[in-house]
């Protein structure tokens, strides 16, 4: 019972641990993007898409969003720029983006186990 019951508590402090990590990204990201960026409203609402969906295409974030295509590929390129998203597939047309910090925080400790030999 004892053993079971130190795996409860150490994946809820793993847990709680992370969501901290993830809050504090999140205020540091839109902090920067307030200061830093030259478009922060379409910037911050485009930010705000990726904490829900961590992967997103340009074409997406202007269905969600309504905003204009030249719009979302101008805020994206500052999210870029400011080094809160990355673009995946290196491609010109349905390029994909990614929240790189936010999945690093939510994939800690899923690496697999190395094999004993």
Same mark, same amino acid.
């Not at 922060?40 to 705000?48: E, K, Y």
């Given at each position: ?6 795996? +409860?508590?150490? /994946?809820?402090?793993? &847990? ?7 809050? $504090? =990204?999140?205020?540091? #990201? ?31 974030? +202007?269905?969600? /969003?309504?905003?204009? &295509? ?7 390129? $500052? =999210?870029?720029?400011? #080094? ?34």
């Amino acid at each position: 019972m004892d053993f079971f019951l130190t795996g +409860v508590a150490d /994946t809820a402090n793993q &847990a709680f641990e992370a969501a901290t990590q993830i809050v $504090d =990204l999140f205020k540091e #990201d839109r902090e920067r993007i307030t200061t830093e960026s030259d478009r922060a409203g379409s910037a911050l609402r485009t930010h705000g898409l990726f904490q829900q969906n961590p992967f997103l295409t340009a074409n997406q974030v +202007v269905q969600i /969003t309504g905003l204009s &295509a030249p719009t979302v590929n101008a805020a994206l390129a $500052d =999210l870029q720029r400011l #080094d809160i998203v990355d673009e995946v597939t290196g491609r010109k047309r349905g390029r994909v983006f990614s929240y790189r910090r936010y999945l690093a925080i939510l994939s800690e400790g899923t690496d697999p186990l190395p094999l004993s030999s």
